[in-house]
Nanobody
């Protein structure tokens, strides 16, 4: 199973920027799709963005379109989430997730957590003045 490690979280003022990184433990040829989800206290885990490794197709939640950008670096086995114009509502624990080419996940909707085989431990993002 792919191991994922997120880094880059922290405290930022409203309007500021952060870049999250998600490093995979193995070559990404076994991964079909990687995504970022987030979960705020008392709320369900929600989809943020996703990218396919082969084609680079990207998908975004409406709440982050135009502000967040997901990208990948195959040489580094890493996916990034560039977050600009951050708002207090963006505060949450951000999780990286991966869906394998030969997925054993119970779901297939990329916008839902059930579609992913592996998860990172999460990194806290706090947007506050």
């Amino acid at each position: 199973q792919v191991q994922l490690v997120e880094t880059g979280g922290g405290l930022v003022h409203p309007g500021g920027s952060l870049r999250l990184s998600c490093a995979a433990s193995e070559r990404t040829f076994s991964i079909h799709l990687e995504a970022w989800f987030r979960q705020a206290p008392g709320k369900e885990r929600e989809f943020v963005a996703a990218i396919t490794w082969s084609s680079g197709d990207t998908y975004y939640a409406d709440s982050v379109k135009g502000r967040f950008t997901i990208s990948r670096d195959s040489a580094e086995n890493t996916v990034y989430l560039q977050m600009n114009s951050l708002k207090p509502d963006d505060s949450a624990v951000y999780y990286c997730a991966a869906r394998n080419l030969l997925s054993r996940a119970v779901g297939s909707n990329l916008y839902l957590p059930s579609a992913y085989d592996s998860w990172g431990q999460g990194t806290q993002v706090t947007v506050s003045s």
